[in-house]
Nanobody, 115 residues
Framework: QVQLVESGGGLVQPGGSLRLSCSAS????????MRWYRQAPGKQREFVAG???????NYADSVKDRFTIFRDNAQNTVDLQMNSLKPEDTAVYLC?????????WGQGTQVTVSS
């Protein structure tokens, strides 16, 4: 059974940093793209960042130059380093990958940016 478990969320002040981690119960070596999404209360889920098997990264415009996605195939983890956090970054952050027709999601980790 495939499981994705996110960790590392919490409460942080504006301008602060957090590092989220997503741990997969299966090998991610052959998974093309691993992604992070987020969902704020009352809003649609939105793409945050993705990294493919070749290490190419892409980001939502709202987080570009502040967030960095990392992938460790040996550890089966995908991390999201978040710097210069803003109140509008407050959301549940979820890890995701698509395997064929199946879309796998974790339960998410809450990030709250507030003074």
């Amino acid at each position: 059974q495939v499981q994705l478990v996110e960790s590392g969320g919490g409460l942080v002040q504006p301008g602060g940093s957090l590092r989220l981690s997503c741990s997969a119960s299966v090998s991610i070596f052959s998974i093309d793209v691993m992604r992070w999404y987020r969902q704020a209360p009352g809003k649609q889920r939105e793409f945050v960042a993705g990294i493919n098997s070749g290490g190419d990264r892409n980001y939502a415009d709202s987080v570009k130059d502040r967030f960095t996605i990392f992938r460790d195939n040996a550890q089966n983890t995908v991390d999201l380093q978040m710097n210069s956090l803003k109140p509008e970054d407050t959301a549940v952050y979820l890890c995701n990958f698509l395997d064929g027709w199946i879309d796998y999601w974790g339960q998410g980790t809450q990030v709250t940016v507030s003074s």
